[in-house]
């Protein structure tokens, strides 16, 4: 008698710390990430004119390469913190007939890394010693090449992918 009380007790406690264990508010969720990790490093160091293989390089293996636009690479980057909202990054790159990079659209853009921005910081001294002293960044001549690249990329936008309707099975 006194055993079959000590093992019900026993039992009932273990059964009672297994279910708190399962619905307890600290439990660990899992961050899922899914898709190539872009950042603004990467980014930046994209230039108007490099080939496929050089961006490939850089970038890595694109996500998407669409078979309808051959000239688009999309690279999409998702991060859901455990239990928290699902967060998604885009980047679109677009080259020409000759494989050379032509336009860039997306979440990322060239220039001040979101770190910076988010922090309200500049880059350290001690980093732009390093640096050679560069010269401003010239305008480019109305007409030309440079200028034209600079026009596509301001008007960029994303395009939405579509998502096809599930096909339904009799």
């Known amino acids: ?3 079959t009380k000590l093992m019900l007790t026993s039992l009932t406690l273990v059964g009672l710390f297994a279910l708190a ?5 600290g439990v660990y969720k899992v961050d899922i990430q899914q898709g190539n990790v872009v950042t ?4 930046d160091q994209l230039r108007p004119g490099m080939t496929r293989k050089q961006v ?3 970038m890595g293996n694109p996500l998407i390469t669409d078979t309808f636009h051959a000239n688009r690479w999309d690279y999409l980057y998702s991060i859901q913190p455990g239990g928290s909202q699902r967060q998604q990054e885009r980047v679109s790159l677009v080259f020409d007939g000759n494989d050379q990079l032509v336009g860039l659209a997306g979440d990322f853009m060239p220039g001040v890394s ?3 921005e988010i922090l309200g910081t500049s880059p350290t001294p001690s980093s732009v010693s390093e640096k050679p002293a560069q ?3 010239e305008r480019p001549t109305p007409g030309s090449l440079l200028e034209e690249i600079q026009r596509e990329v301001d008007a960029a936008e994303p395009v939405p992918v579509p998502i096809p309707e599930p096909l339904e099975t009799e």
């Open 1 to 3: 008698m006194q055993n």
């Open 21 to 25: 264990g399962c619905s307890f508010p």
């Open 40 to 43: 603004q490093d990467m980014i």
């Open 56 to 58: 490939r390089f850089i």
């Open 114 to 116: 979101r770190d910076e």
């Open 135 to 137: 010269q401003p960044a």
